[in-house]
């Protein structure tokens, strides 16, 4: 901070370099920017959440692994083949297809992250959906993430062979708000009779995708 510069190449590079050019953008006034504590207090934010969500990944991924002891046996295979008799480098987990393959079912299986809220601030259009502002929209990442019209029949079964080509290939149909607004209209009538009040607790309108 008392250069003025920063290598933006890791996660506290980036917030540094992303508060300096708040700064600079209200006349060097730093009273706009980010303290040294609030830097401190963001930078402990993201590597406890970081943590715990890795932690989380890696226990399914073990937990799966021992009830489907063919893929634990390619899992393994693979990264001998990679790593060989060699020290294991971090460059290497590019170069591993099937264990990537396995980190992506688990993480459709098992999302770190339940839901997703988000606060419509505004009031905004999204396709033929129109959310006034106030609203707070709930996306059930872990509905999403088993709904047989997206993955297919075996939607809520570990098969990380769904994801041999990639993310997007892996997905039965193509992708669409829709399918994220599919359960609304009961939810949306009732909110639209009743003035936005009551339908979902208080004053604070909740839509549960």
């Not at 920063?6 to 303290?35: C, P, V, Y």
């Not at 989380?56 to 046996?73: D, G, I, K």
């Not at 297919?152 to 769904?162: I, L, S, T, V």
Request: some cysteine.
């Amino acid at each position: 901070m008392k250069a003025g510069e920063t290598a933006n190449s890791d996660l506290l590079g980036i917030l540094m370099e992303s508060n300096f050019r708040e700064i600079q953008e209200h006349q060097n006034n730093k009273k706009i920017g980010m303290s040294v504590k609030d830097v401190i207090e963001e930078c402990k934010l993201f590597y406890l959440v970081g943590q715990k969500a890795t932690s989380v990944l890696l226990v399914w991924t073990m937990v799966l692994l021992s009830e489907h002891p063919n893929w634990q046996a390619r899992a393994k295979e693979e990264v001998l083949q990679v790593s060989g008799n060699k020290k294991w480098e971090v460059d290497g987990l590019n170069h591993l297809k099937i264990v990537t393959m396995i980190f992506h079912e688990v993480l459709r299986l098992y999302p770190p992250v339940a839901m997703l809220p988000r606060t419509i601030y505004k009031d905004s259009q999204v396709g033929d959906m129109y959310f006034p502002a106030g609203v707070q929209v709930v996306l059930p990442t872990i509905l999403v993430h088993h709904d047989h019209e997206i993955w297919g029949d075996d939607a809520k079964e570990f098969n990380p062979e769904r994801f041999a080509e990639g993310v997007l290939k892996a997905i039965k149909t193509k992708f669409h708000f829709s399918h994220l607004v599919g359960v609304l209209g009961m939810h949306w009538t009732k909110f639209c009779n009743d003035g936005g009040k009551n339908s979902f607790g208080n004053d604070l309108t909740t839509l549960l995708i």
